[in-house]
């Protein structure tokens, strides 16, 4: 569903998505926070919401996507601090308003495509 002109917020995730494997949302005009429901596609491998507006922080429950192999927040309005939850994902976090330090496991596990 990328760059398909799609708007709003990203709804809910329903329990009957739980064996998404990719979902992605790039270059779209879609807003409003990611749900916390995030964390229910425990089978995700592949997430990508770049290039729209979301705002707002991560929901800790993406640190529970452990298949999550590829993932791209880049170019949004994201903020607040990166959580350790998220040390062992591979995500790229570039041109957001994200504040504070690099978790230190982050550095170790050379996780960040970009920043």
Known sequence: ???CDLS???PTIQDDLVFLEKLNLANN???GTLPETIGNLVYLSYFSIQNNQ???TLPSSIG???NLLYCNLGNNM???TLSQTLSSLNIAYFFNQFEGTIPIQHEINRTFSYL
């Open 1 to 3: 569903m990328s760059s």
């Open 54 to 56: 979301i705002s707002g």
């Open 29 to 31: 005009q879609l807003n």
């Open 78 to 80: 994201l903020s607040g």
């Open 64 to 66: 529970e996507l452990t």
């Open 8 to 10: 709003g917020p990203i």
